[in-house]
């Protein structure tokens, strides 16, 4: 099973901009649909982003549509999350994960967690 560890999360003012980096190790995650979710403090984990094996299918949440982006490098076995236009609202703990499908929305269709990065947008 491949293990996923995130980075670059912080503290960010609102408005700005931040780019988190999934890396995949024990495996390399070019078969996988690869996505982000998180975790607002006191609130329910929720899907963020998802993009295909391949990079041509993306889906975003409602809440983060038009302002992030996700994108892969398969050879380096790395996907990130580029964040713009960062509100309090967004401020959560991220998690990269792999999932089952490319429609995959929910946590039931996650193969694989990381261990989380913590954003935070201050306003």
């Known amino acids: 099973q491949v293990q996923l560890v995130e980075s670059g999360g912080g503290l960010v003012q609102a408005g700005g901009s931040l780019r988190l980096v999934c890396v995949a190790s024990g495996g390399t995650i070019g078969s996988y649909v690869m996505g982000w979710f998180r975790q607002p403090p006191g609130k329910e984990r929720e899907f963020v982003a998802s993009?295909?094996?391949?990079?041509?299918?993306?889906a975003y949440g409602d809440s983060v549509k038009g302002r992030f982006t996700i994108s892969r490098e398969n050879a380096k076995s790395t996907v990130f999350l580029q964040m713009n236009s960062l509100t309090t609202e967004d401020t959560a703990v991220y998690y990269c994960?792999?999932?089952?499908?490319?429609?995959?929305?929910?946590?039931?269709?996650?193969?694989?967690w990381g261990q989380g990065t913590q954003v935070t947008v201050s306003s």
């Open positions: 994960a792999a999932l089952k499908y490319t429609t995959s929305r929910s946590m039931a269709d996650v193969r694989s």
């Open positions: 993009i295909s094996w391949g990079g041509g299918t993306t």
